[in-house]
């Protein structure tokens, strides 16, 4: 179980600071062809995704790395379900219908909660 988790938990949460790290440092401009929603946003809420995608990664890997409050993991994989609901809500009330890989995510995150939970 625990080698699962920091597989699954690791893929996770390379792919949120990768995105945050794009929504934080990139201009509308460039993310635009990769997200059609950053139209429909304040700059500032998407970068306030991205810095809470990079937390939320930090709190999948950090807290059972080291023993220091590793109830946040699961509380991190928990924020990473429900900011994927949100995303699909905005990808679903706007043109923009791909919502494959919230889905994907959404599947991801819950596995990293239940594995988490057995840590």
């Known amino acids: 179980m625990n080698l699962a ?66 109830s946040l993991a699961p509380a991190a994989a928990i924020g990473f379900v429900l900011l994927q609901i949100g995303a699909v809500a905005v990808h679903l009330t706007g043109e923009d219908r791909r919502i494959t890989l919230n889905l994907a995510l959404i599947m991801t995150a819950t596995a990293t909660l239940w594995l988490a939970t057995g840590l």
Request: no cysteine.
């Open 5 to 70: 988790y920091w597989i699954v938990a690791g893929l996770l949460a390379l792919f949120y600071i990768y995105a945050g790290a794009m929504k934080v440092s990139r201009s509308r401009d460039q993310l635009r062809p990769m997200m059609a929603w950053v139209d429909r946003m304040p700059l500032s809420v998407v970068r306030l995704l991205g810095a809470v995608e990079i937390l939320g990664a930090t709190g999948l890997i950090l807290p059972p790395l080291t023993g220091i409050a590793p």
